[in-house]
């Protein structure tokens, strides 16, 4: 009820208005005349491989001014005229009804468009209801084709076969986003706004020079505005310069009257320091004599200390002498004494190390015969543990060549397991060829590709002069049962896929056939069809009872067999049965006419002079292409397939065996390697220890020889003498050392004595000598300080107050003369009311002035012309910019009002794609379900890709595949046809077109998609042209759903 119910306000609303009608081609691409009816609805063309299906929706993007290269059929437009025509129609019949008719008034209820090509030029030309003409301009097309809202270029209008198959089979995020972008719009509103965006960049460039080339005439204008002023401001400086110079006259003046004041005090302080210095002088001369009287007095005390101390002195001196001599024996003495101490430590330290070596003698004889034990003991040990490392090593070694010989023979085995399932593989490969064969033979001799080889052909038919004949073993059939099948292939397999043509102008053209059927390295051999059968006598062919490969073949073409004679030798090639037999016939009877021997097997036998050389059979040639009967063939091949199979089995339960055997001799030899390795650490260790024990007893052998215990007993006792000689000497010295101690005392007792009781009268002559030396002191400086005061009286104070006595009187001539002067300039009042001098020096206004002068003098040279002509020509440059200026501002605010509308459009744009894209994701889903499956559009603006997702049925897999790559081919193409179908459920278009829509899809697939197709075309409202080679019968019929049959295509 729900569908009804869309279904029926589909209806409700739909116009009609933009559905195609009627398609006519005449002389396009394959068609000589076709005409077409459509129906409003659903309409499902099928038809054979080369019938022209993929031509009608060629036709409909030619006819609405698509581009040759647009349609990906061809790069001109005269490509598409039928070979051997001049030139061809394309006419389109469009309904024009309801509200959204295009000039109904002018064209009626039908517009026909009408599109000629010629090998020079196309024409587009509109007509009305009843067939006449009303225009002929591709704007008046471009605008039907924009008001109907027919972009062609749109995959989701029109999806050829090529962009559908590319479309289905792509696994590219980013293809899938170009085809979203492209879909909705979206790529042509974002190249508008970016050629918009590009043409205010261009604009404001254009203001930007026109606001630079009036910068120019503001400089002028700013230049003669500054000229104005400094016109003006001259005219302030002379006025300037003569007030400046009657300020300086009276400053002169006033000057000369502030340094009379200023002498007139420097006089008063002056005659001050007059009765300063002379006191300071008298001062000085009385503390003098004070200091003169002391020093007299100071020194006859001297004197007589003096007298006193000096033979006090003397004797210290000569007791100072004694004690450093007596002091400097004794410290000899100890010297003397600590080397004699150390010689007897020596020479004890000597007797004891003798008395050591004796020990150490006797204890030697012991230890050598416990070594001696020690080594007998250790090389016993030493042959034990090398006998259990050897027969541990020989079970290593035997366990190891076990292993080798299993390994080897599992190497074999899995030789064999991977050449079985070779051979199976092989043989079901063949199997599939022979099963395709049985479908369509002509592939046995080169595949599909000969299918499109085939086509390409008969697209361009007309262009050859004579039909190519091919492939050869199309042609060509066994006589007599497929006994000689094996060796007719070992014999002429390699001329079966080749094609024959009569000329070289057709061997150019198949090869451009060739290349568009993507079939590379084709054989073709040129040959002239107009010869006959070629009538072979008797004596040219080989005397013998054995048939030759001509004999047991049928040909159906003369031309093959004269290729086959002429190129291939076939009745030359003699065919036997038995490999001895060969033999005898290749070598044994010269044969005359004889080429080659070839036997059931495949070994071919030859002579050539004295050299007989035979080949053995080539596994590469495919036996069997030329066998009446392939499912014998099938049979066979099936049952060397099981027996392959049965023989990999076979071989993988021999090699888990041997795989169980290596492991447990590995684990065997691991064993044994363990226990081999510690047999060998511990050989190691005891070999490492009794050679250590042999290098030692070795090393104490090879010392030096031991002396003799009676030499080392008489070193002892001479030694022992020595030091009792050495000690009697120590004695001696002892006895020196402690006599020049007691000296050396005495003399310190009586030099201490004799410096107590002269200490009291040398610190007061000490003291006395300092007090004169202060006082002397004294009387120096108080002598310099009255010089000092004299000398500033006599040369500085009165001086220097005779000199600014005179100079006062000098300023005050100055004065009178300078007032003179000023008077005669102005009146010391004008100065005052001109402000006065604001305490400036004569200097100062003279630099100023010397300033202004220069300035005034640079001014005037400067500018020539008059103020007024200045100014009349600034009011004229101003009013020519101002109007320039108020222009360009007014085309910059023109440019920001289109950058902020272009703004606000991008950020709708923006907004727009995003709702768009949650809008696909919703849709896309919704068509998911109908097969059970939940999906996720991701789609990234920025890096441009659009990546899908897809969530398989909880009883299938709970895996999410990101990539429609991991799908399988029918889960794919209905996952992208969801796709497809949920933008077009975003895009409007009066009517829409698929070619190959179900490609890689199997049959459920391809029912759920064709029921999905119909139920969403009807809902949708559009017209809809499916284009598919497959059987439709599955499509449920109805009064909206219009099946055709093209007609076969001509072989």
């Known amino acids: 009820m729900g569908d009804s119910r869309v279904f029926a306000e589909s209806l409700a609303n739909r116009s009609g208005a933009g559905i195609i009608s009627k398609i006519r081609l005449e002389n396009f691409m394959c068609h000589s005349s076709l005409q077409i009816e459509l129906g409003d ?75 000629r090509i010629s090998e020079s030029a196309s024409s587009i030309i509109l007509k009305d209801h009843q067939g006449r003409k009303v225009a002929s301009r591709k704007d008046e097309l471009r605008e039907l084709v924009e ?137 000085q001369l009385g503390n003098m004599e004070v200091l003169k009287e002391r020093l007299t007095k100071k020194k006859a005390d001297i004197a007589h200390m003096m007298e006193k101390t000096s033979a006090i002195r003397r004797m210290k001196e000569e007791l100072g002498h004694d004690l450093s001599l007596a002091t400097k024996k004794r410290l000899e003495l100890e010297e003397e004494q600590k080397r004699k101490i150390n010689l007897i430590n020596n020479l004890v330290k000597d007797v004891q190390k003798l008395e050591q070596q004796i020990s150490d003698i006797q204890e030697q004889h012991a230890e050598e015969c416990e070594m001696e034990e020690r080594l007998k003991g250790l090389e016993d040990e030493v042959v034990v543990a090398n006998l259990h490392f050897t027969r541990l090593m020989e079970e290593e070694n035997s366990l190891s060549e076990d292993i080798l010989t299993i390994t080897s023979e599992i190497k074999k085995i899995v ?28 592939t046995a001799f080169g595949g599909e590709r000969v299918s499109y080889l085939l086509r390409a052909i008969e697209r361009h038919h007309k262009k050859f002069r004579r039909p190519p004949i091919g492939p050869i073993g199309a042609h060509v059939t066994l006589a007599n049962g497929d006994m000689w099948a094996q060796a007719v292939e070992n014999a002429i397999g390699k001329l079966l896929n080749a094609f024959i043509v009569t000329d ?77 037999v060969g033999k005898t016939v290749a070598f044994d009877q010269r044969i005359p006419n004889l080429k080659d021997v070839y036997t059931i097997e495949g070994y071919r036998m030859f002579s050539r002079g004295s050299v007989q050389t035979i080949l053995p059979p080539n596994k590469k040639i495919r036996s069997g292409r030329l066998s009446s009967s392939f499912d014998d063939q099938i049979k066979d091949l099936e049952k060397d397939s099981l027996k392959a199979q049965e023989q990999a089995q076979e071989s993988r339960g021999k090699k888990r065996n041997a795989e169980q055997s290596l492991w447990n001799l590995e684990e065997k030899i691991k064993s044994i390697k363990r226990r081999r390795q510690n047999a060998e650490r511990d050989l190691k260790i005891k070999e490492l220890t009794l050679q250590d024990v042999r290098n030692s007893y070795v090393a104490e052998k090879s010392l030096l020889p031991t002396p003799d215990v009676d030499e080392l007993q008489h070193e002892i006792l001479k030694l022992q003498e020595e030091i009792q000689e050495k000690e009697v000497l120590l004695e001696n010295l002892q006895a020196r050392m402690t006599e020049a101690e007691v000296k050396a005392s005495n003399l310190k007792s009586s030099f201490e004595n ?204 709970s895996n999410t595949v990101r990539d429609t790559r991991g799908l399988s081919g029918g889960e794919r193409s209905f996952s992208t046809l969801c796709f497809a179908l949920a933008l077009h459920e975003m895009t409007e278009a009066p009517f829409r077109a ?58």
């Open 415 to 442: 030789f064999e397991i991977d050449y079985n399932e070779k051979k199976f593989r092989e043989i079901r490969s063949q199997i599939c060829e022979l099963e395709q064969h049985k479908t369509n033979k002509v």
């Open 504 to 580: 070289h102008r057709d061997n150019l053209l198949l090869r451009e056939c060739a290349r568009e059927a993507n079939y590379n390295h084709l054989q073709i051999i040129i040959y002239d069809f107009a010869r006959p059968r070629l009538n072979i006598p008797s004596h040219m062919l080989p005397q013998t009872k054995h048939p030759t490969t001509l004999s047991v073949l049928h040909f159906d073409n003369p031309t093959v067999m004269n290729v086959l004679v002429d190129m291939g030798n076939a009745e030359r090639q003699v065919l036997v049965k038995d490999y001895e």
């Open 754 to 957: 004799l410096c107590e009781s002269a200490k009291g009268d040398i610190d007061a002559f000490e003291k006395a000598e300092k007090e004169l030396m202060q006082i002397e002191e004294d009387l120096r400086s108080l002598e310099m300080e009255k010089a000092h005061y004299e000398g500033v009286m006599h040369n500085k104070v009165l001086p220097d107050v005779k000199e600014a006595e005179a100079t006062c009187k000098e300023l005050q001539v100055k004065r009178q003369e300078s007032s003179k002067k000023a008077s005669i300039i102005c009146v010391e009042s004008e100065i005052k009311a001109l402000g006065g001098c604001d305490g400036t020096t004569p200097d100062q206004l003279s630099a100023q002035l010397s300033r202004l002068n220069q300035r005034l003098q640079q001014e005037s040279q400067r500018y020539s012309e008059s103020i007024d002509d200045l100014k009349v020509l600034y009011e004229k440059k101003k009013r020519k910019i101002l109007r320039k200026q108020q222009t360009y501002e007014a085309f910059r605010e023109k440019l920001s009002a289109c950058q902020k509308a272009l703004e606000l459009r991008w950020s709708k744009f923006q907004r727009n794609a995003s709702l768009l894209k949650r809008q696909l994701t919703w849709q896309f889903n919704g068509h998911l379900r109908k097969k059970g499956i939940s999906g996720h559009i991701k789609i990234s603006y920025e890096d441009k890709t659009l990546s899908v997702e897809i969530k398989m049925p909880q009883d299938a897999s």
């Open 994 to 1051: 698929m070619d190959e829509f179900d490609v890689f899809m199997d049959a459920v697939s391809r029912k759920i998609s064709l029921d999905t197709l119909v139920d969403f075309a009807l809902t949708q409202g559009s017209q809809w042209i499916f284009i598919t080679p497959h059987d439709i019968s599955m499509v449920k019929p109805g009064e909206r759903v219009k099946k055709q049959q093209m007609a076969a295509p001509r072989s």
């Open 147 to 283: 008001h109907f809202n027919i972009d062609v270029e749109n995959p989701c209008v029109i999806m050829s076969q090529d962009k559908s198959r590319e479309f289905l089979h792509s696994g590219n995020d980013k293809e899938k986003f170009k085809f979203f972008f492209k879909a909705t719009l979206l790529q042509q509103v974002n190249d508008l706004l970016q050629s918009i965006r590009e043409k205010l960049d261009a604009a404001n460039i254009v203001i930007d020079e026109l606001e630079s080339s009036i910068r120019p005439i503001q400089k002028e204008l700013n230049e003669l505005q500054s000229k104005i002023k400094n016109m003006e401001h001259v005219e302030e400086i002379s006025q300037q310069v003569q007030h400046l110079k009657k300020k300086l006259a009276w400053c002169w003046v006033y000057d000369v009257d502030r340094q009379i004041k200023e002498q007139n005090a420097k006089i008063e302080k002056l005659k001050d320091r007059i009765p300063t210095c002379q006191a300071k002088i008298d001062q």
């Open 41 to 115: 609805w659903v309409n499902f063309i099928t038809g054979q491989n080369g019938s022209g299906k993929s031509a009608i929706l060629t036709a409909l993007c030619v006819a609405f001014g698509c581009r040759a290269k647009g349609t990906q059929r061809a790069s001109t437009l005269k490509d598409f005229i039928k070979t051997g025509c001049s030139s061809s129609v394309v006419q389109v019949e469009i309904k024009n009804q309801g509200e959204d008719a295009f000039k109904s008034e002018i064209y009626g209820d039908i517009i026909i468009v009408e599109r």
